[in-house]
T-cell receptor, first 116, second 114 residues
Framework: GAGVSQSPSNKVTEKGKDVELRCDPI?????LYWYRQSLGQGLEFLIYFQGNSAPDKSGLPSDRFSAERTGGSVSTLTIQRTQQEDSAVYLCASSLGAGVSSYEQYFGPGTRLTVT | AQSVTQLDSQVPVFEEAPVELRCNYS??????LFWYVQYPNQGLQLLLK??????LVKGINGFEAEFNKSQTSFHLRKPSVHISDTAEYFC????????????FGSGTKLNVKP
């Protein structure tokens, strides 16, 4: 079946511009995660959605970052007034969100963001 | 917050040799532990996980990992590696107070040479 998809695969933007990154999770997965992977770093947790519950935004690095998930499916990560330090690969993952299988995350291919 | 340490950023090894990739974490309370693998130009995929029970966990492609609570470690091992195992490996640990939140290590690049 279809996996997690992300778009665009690559995004180059000028400093100060806003960007939107999109994630389509696996159908039926209620949990959705956003991570950031900077060069030479591990995956940094950004935000987590579970069903209709309020998202866990504790990993968002600043108020320039926001995310929403519409209809419990597609999610958009928005970065306002981009800075060069925002350059990274942004990864989305989804999971079943219930039972022991909820802990297995399925990752998308990522969006490589470059801020010039 | 949980801290996950993968001390080796790169591990070169010859084909058919054994390998161990190290992972240590900071929390001494119960957590869930995972290894993910990222092959070149592919997304991350789950290799194995420890939730409870036997401390030796077997995963895909002949990999296994051992949970050591006293040492807060979850090292990944394979007795004989193949060229196709060349990839980046990430250790992940759940938040001890929210098992649906995860912290990842910085990754270890395994380079298998012929």
């Amino acid at each position: 079946g279809a996996g997690v998809s992300q778009s665009p695969s690559n995004k180059v933007t000028e400093k100060g511009k806003d960007v939107e990154l999109r994630c389509d999770p696996i159908s039926g997965h209620t949990a959705l995660y956003w991570y950031r992977q900077s060069l030479g770093q591990g995956l940094e947790f950004l935000i987590y959605f579970q069903g209709n519950s309020a998202p866990d935004k504790s990993g968002l690095p600043s108020d320039r970052f926001s995310a929403e998930r519409t209809g419990g499916s597609v999610s958009t990560l928005t970065i306002q007034r981009t800075q060069q330090e925002d350059s990274a690969v942004y990864l989305c993952a989804s999971s079943l969100g219930a039972g022991v299988s909820s802990y297995e995350q399925y990752f998308g291919p990522g969006t490589r963001l470059t801020v010039t | 917050a949980q801290s996950v340490t993968q001390l080796d950023s790169q591990v070169p090894v010859f084909e058919e040799a054994p390998v161990e990739l190290r992972c240590n974490y900071s929390s001494s309370v119960s957590v869930y532990l995972f290894w993910y693998v990222q092959y070149p130009n592919q997304g991350l995929q789950l290799l194995l996980k420890y939730l409870s029970g036997s401390t030796l966990v077997k995963g895909i492609n002949g990999f296994e990992a051992e949970f050591n609570k006293s040492q807060t470690s979850f090292h990944l091992r394979k007795p004989s590696v193949h060229i196709s195992d060349t990839a980046e490996y990430f250790c992940a640990v759940s938040d001890p107070y929210n098992f649906n939140k995860f912290y990842f290590g910085s990754g270890t690049k395994l380079n298998v040479k012929p």
